[in-house]
């Protein structure tokens, strides 16, 4: 059961802001990934946050697979579920000299680590489906 530092609905419209809850604890530092999309820390866990609008911009199935926070939650966590965004919105996570190929080869590695296609696998196939991969 996720426990939050500061009781915050999980369909948060607001950004992420240092001493806010997150479902791993007091976010502790944060970064802008593009419009709608923030990088969290905590003391010991991190992960995604993704704004409403750029929720509705993720597939269902993706927004299905999201078993840490839950579907239709806003944080995806640092460990397999930040995959899913990543997939969706790779160039967010491009920053310096990586590309957004290698983010999605990351990405996929990760999903691939953490659960699998017995966990991912539908969320997968449903994104390979819309790049034609």
Sequence with gaps: MNTYVTPRPLGDSLPP?????????AVQHRQELAPGL???????HGGAWVSPER???????????????GAGSPWFEEDAEWALVALV????????TTSPEKVIEVARRSLT????????G????????????
Excluded at 38 to 44: L, R
Excluded at 122 to 133: N, T
């Design 17 to 25: 802001q240092v001493g806010s809850s997150s479902p791993w604890g």
């Design 38 to 44: 923030w990088w969290v820390s905590t003391a010991g």
């Design 55 to 69: 929720l509705a911009e993720l597939p269902e199935v993706v927004r299905r697979a999201n078993i840490y926070s």
């Design 89 to 96: 919105f790779p160039e967010a996570f491009a920053k310096g």
């Design 113 to 120: 680590i953490c659960g699998g296609t017995e966990v991912y």
């Design 122 to 133: 539908e969320a997968l196939a449903a994104l390979d489906a819309r790049v034609g991969a």
